[in-house]
């Protein structure tokens, strides 16, 4: 029996995983679940699955939770709470679905105490790779991948010697606009934007994927978790999403992931560690589907790539002020302070003219305080250019 934690329990990743969870009470018990706000389906979730430890975002949320369980339950907040719950002696594997820096929080410590992470939040190795990297290796902890393009390159490369690996692809839907012509970038909307074609995901998640910069973090995940040289990686653009990663053999021999687009299959993989189990997902047919394309992506018209290319190439900690410039400059965008076509440029300003003026200790502290004022420091570029 896995005994589990569930962070970001009410996000996509976390539903999904609970439905697992639901279809094997023998295999999984889950001892906590975390929400930032949705009190009410955390509350369902705690009751159905009678979870021990809950985290809410702050201690009037805790409060008004613990009031109306049927049960009695461990309520913990905040940052605290995330930490607290992330180190529990009794779980042996979080999974990691909250979006946004704060998932680092749990990754960090869960790493610490050498736990399992399946991980689902981008941030965490985006910001933190080296230093998520450098704990598992002390403590023994491990990293799972739970995003769709690297639990396939995990499956794959488990299979083949690093020797033999020439060449890795990740594929990329190319999200709603990949047909749009260049000019038309200035009249999108926040509301056209968060509809992904493929993926039902959260809000800055989805205009992640429209500007192509999700792709462009998720080679950045590639490199750190793989230890891939950037040059090798590589993405394709396949729009119906079947393929989800691809590796290029020396004997010229490609090994491909396919499946349905469904983030039940790479959390399961996790969830079991490496076991396969039967799930409710749509029936793959490829019949039905017919013709699966795959083409290069257009690094003119979606910057976002070639700047994260750039940011693991500068190292240091450019892939960490790329992606806290990013959230910023992502909210600015929902709020219409700034068009979807200035995105890139805010991202690469705060690339340019970003500078740190400490001494950044590899520690999550100061990773975190780091990317606070990177966000600073753009919310006053979008101010002023706008
Ligand atoms: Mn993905």
């Not at 697992?20 to 679940?33: A, D, H, M, N, T």
């Amino acid at each position: 029996m896995k005994k589990l934690a569930v962070f970001g329990a009410t996000g996509s990743i976390g539903r999904a995983a609970l439905e697992i969870v639901k279809s094997y009470p023998e295999r999984f018990q889950v001892l906590g679940i975390s929400a930032k706000t949705n009190l009410n389906l955390l509350k369902n979730l705690a009751q159905k699955f009678k979870v021990p430890y809950l985290v809410v975002e702050n201690e009037e949320l805790a409060k008004k939770l613990k009031a109306s369980l049927n049960y009695s339950a461990e309520v913990l907040w905040g940052d605290r709470g995330l930490k607290e719950l992330s180190i529990l002696p009794e779980i042996d594997l979080l999974l990691i679905g909250i979006s946004g820096i704060k998932g680092l929080i749990p990754t960090y410590y869960g790493l610490k105490k050498g736990k399992i992470v399946a991980l689902a939040n981008k941030e965490s190795l985006v910001c933190a790779g080296g230093l998520l990297k450098k704990i598992a290796k002390q403590t023994g902890g491990k990293i799972i991948p739970v995003d769709s393009e690297h639990s396939s390159l995990f499956q794959l490369l488990n299979k083949e010697p690093f020797s033999n690996i020439e060449k890795i692809f990740l594929t990329a839907s190319g999200g709603p606009f990949y047909k749009k012509p260049i000019r038309e970038f200035v009249n999108i909307t926040p509301e056209v934007a968060i509809k992904h074609p493929t993926w039902k995901m959260g809000v800055k998640i989805s205009i992640d994927s429209a500007t192509l910069m999700n792709k462009g973090f998720e080679v950045i995940e590639a490199q750190v978790l793989f230890d891939f040289p950037l040059e090798k990686i590589e993405i394709l653009i396949h729009p119906q999403s079947i393929v989800h990663a691809l590796v290029k053999l020396i004997d010229g021999s490609y090994l491909a992931h396919l499946s349905w687009p469904d983030m039940k299959i790479p959390i399961a993989y996790a969830l079991t560690l490496f076991e396969r189990i039967k799930l409710p997902v749509k029936e793959l047919n490829l019949e039905e589907i017919g013709t699966l394309t795959f083409e290069k992506p257009d690094f003119q018209k979606f910057p976002c790539l070639r700047l994260a290319y750039e940011a693991v190439r500068e190292g240091n900690f450019a892939p960490l002020i790329l992606e806290a410039a990013d959230e910023v400059v992502v909210s600015a965008f929902l709020e219409r302070k700034i068009t979807f076509d200035k995105i890139p440029y805010f991202l690469e300003k705060t690339l340019k003219e970003f500078k740190i003026n400490f001494q950044v200790k590899e520690e999550l502290e100061d990773i975190l305080f780091l990317h606070q004022e990177v966000c600073q420091f753009t919310k006053n570029l979008v101010e002023k250019g706008s």
